[in-house]
């Protein structure tokens, strides 16, 4: 069995920043792209960032110039350093990852984390 953590989310005004993290544990074997959504309330889930196994880096144009996708391969953790905070950013903060499971990573298991809720007031 394998999971995604997040944490690191909360409160912060307007202009803070936040390090959001996310780690896979379990019988991980190796962790393959790995991203960021988040949703607000009555709204549907929206890709933030994602950092491909290659190196490559998405972001949604909302978040271009703020928001920073890294990861680090030994620890399987992604994270999202967010900076600029403005309210509209508010919502839950989810990780998305494919995770390679089993002795030799032969199984493959898309994975969502619980998510994370990111408050940003005026």
């Not at 999971?3 to 019988?27: N, T």
Request: proline share 2%.
């Amino acid at each position: 069995q394998v999971q995604l953590v997040e944490s690191g989310g909360g409160l912060v005004q307007a202009g803070g920043s936040l390090r959001l993290s996310c780690a896979a544990s379990g019988r991980v074997f190796s962790v393959g792209a790995m991203g960021w959504y988040r949703q607000e309330p009555g709204k549907q889930r929206e890709l933030v960032a994602t950092f491909t196994t290659g190196g490559s880096t998405h972001y949604a144009d909302s978040v271009k110039g703020r928001f920073t996708i890294s990861r680090d391969n030994a620890k399987n953790t992604v994270y999202l350093q967010m900076n600029s905070l403005e309210p509209e950013d508010t919502a839950v903060y989810y990780c998305v990852s494919n995770i390679y499971t089993g002795d030799y990573g032969e199984r493959t298991v898309g994975s969502w984390g619980r998510g994370t809720r990111v408050t940003v007031s005026a």
